[in-house]
């Protein structure tokens, strides 16, 4: 009998993000070289999708500026033939019109884009650090006690329709089960059509929280809502990223790794680079029988328009 082809798993990394700030962690890249550097190591590591935000090079907070991400694009595109998959969250901080900014002048292949608001709590970090880097890192971080991510309906709507207008495909991120009753209207209003893509998210303070059985859940939701339409992935805040991931690949999943997500390699042990996260996550991939798949191959699976399609 012939050996069936095994399945193939689309590992995203997520490069720098705006949850973590310069204090944190060395290893965090800041400026559009060490963006461009880390994504492009990331990639050769077996990233097939780069989730990509921009930092002010000076100081590290995030920035919606397109001009920044130009300082970086251009230079992974040259560098590696990953997908590139442009935030439209930004920052809790940022307007929507603001996080809009970026994906409307550069029509990239794929978005993020949260499918719900929330609480989305930073604060506790600022608990860990005596000493900061920069002086807007800690009111950054205190701030989101009291303040709502703001991703309405008529955002949602609005995004779906100023990015589908580029042919821009999205990774819908859910923090909890009702983010994919949110998904499920859209999909129903015919604004979103399969193959689409769902990041299962867990862990972030004001979400569902980094229990399996909440995984589980999250996926026999997913499942009863949209049938065979979508392809799915997971990503897990700090010391719950790796097992996540790795619970993700055995139910059948996708995972999404890097320094937006966890700054950490190992209990206690501080990753190095993306590349390290993406390294780990691709070895236990492998070690459990499957195997990765390239950039084309998940272009395939999430029906993207391709990398001669985009602003940049």
Request: hydrophobic share 40%.
């Amino acid at each position: 009998m012939a050996k069936a082809p095994a399945r193939k798993i689309i590992i995203s990394c997520a490069i720098t993000g705006s949850i973590h700030t310069p204090t944190m962690s060395d290893a965090l890249p800041i400026t559009p070289t060490q963006i461009a550097e880390q994504a492009i190591d990331a990639a050769k590591a077996g990233a097939a999708i780069l989730h990509l935000h921009a930092r002010n090079p000076e100081t590290g907070k995030p920035t919606p500026d397109p001009a920044v991400f130009m300082e970086f694009l251009p230079r992974i595109k040259q560098g590696c033939d990953a997908v590139i998959n442009i935030t439209t969250g930004g920052s809790m901080i940022m307007t929507v019109d603001q996080r809009l900014e970026g994906p409307r002048a550069l029509k990239p292949e794929m978005c993020s884009l949260n499918m719900g608001s929330m609480n989305f709590a930073l604060h506790p970090l600022a608990d860990r650090y005596k000493a900061w880097k920069h002086d807007w890192e800690e009111p950054y971080l205190r701030a989101s006690e009291d303040m709502i991510f703001r991703n309405t309906f008529r955002d949602i709507d609005r995004i779906m329709k100023t990015m589908g207008d580029n042919g821009t495909r999205f990774e819908h991120e859910c923090y909890d089960v009702g983010h994919l009753y949110n998904l499920a209207h859209f999909v129903d209003r015919g604004l979103v059509k399969g193959p689409f893509f769902v990041q299962m998210i867990f862990g972030i303070l004001g979400g569902i929280g980094a229990e399996i059985r909440n995984l589980v859940f999250m996926k026999e939701t997913a499942d009863k809502l949209f049938g065979d339409d979508y392809q799915w992935s997971v990503l897990a805040a700090g010391r719950n990223q790796m097992p996540f991931a790795t619970q993700a690949v055995m139910m059948g999943g996708n995972v999404r790794v890097g320094l937006e997500d966890s700054l950490f390699i190992s209990k206690g042990k501080l990753a190095t680079s993306n590349a390290e996260q993406v390294t780990k996550i691709r070895h236990i991939i492998e070690e459990l029988g499957f195997e990765i798949a390239n950039p084309n191959e998940a272009r395939a699976m999430l029906a993207l328009k391709g990398a001669d399609k985009i602003g940049f």
